[in-house]
């Protein structure tokens, strides 16, 4: 196609690397959203960064309505 083998094939290796990434992405993304990993690593998160050991500030937050809106109804806000 482009008269080049080496160029050929670096395209080749190219787009099967990028058809991986998107795959390995999604699975991610779906095992990510089945488990509720996000809600957990940055409730996580948050209770770390205020050295809440008790979760009551981390309670707090996510129960301000601002934070609560952006979850559905009976969930963890996500990040």
């Known amino acids: 196609m482009f008269g080049s083998q080496v160029l050929e094939v670096m395209i080749g290796l190219l787009l099967i ?20 990993l996000r809600a957990r690593t940055l ?15 981390t309670r707090q937050i996510f129960d301000h309505p601002v934070i609560a809106a952006t979850a559905p109804e009976g969930k963890k806000p996500a990040g």
């Open 17 to 36: 690397f990028l058809a991986l990434s998107v795959a390995c992405s999604g699975v991610k993304e779906v095992l990510a959203a089945l488990f509720g």
């Open 43 to 57: 409730e996580k998160a948050v209770r770390s960064m205020l050295h809440d050991a008790n979760g009551v500030v």
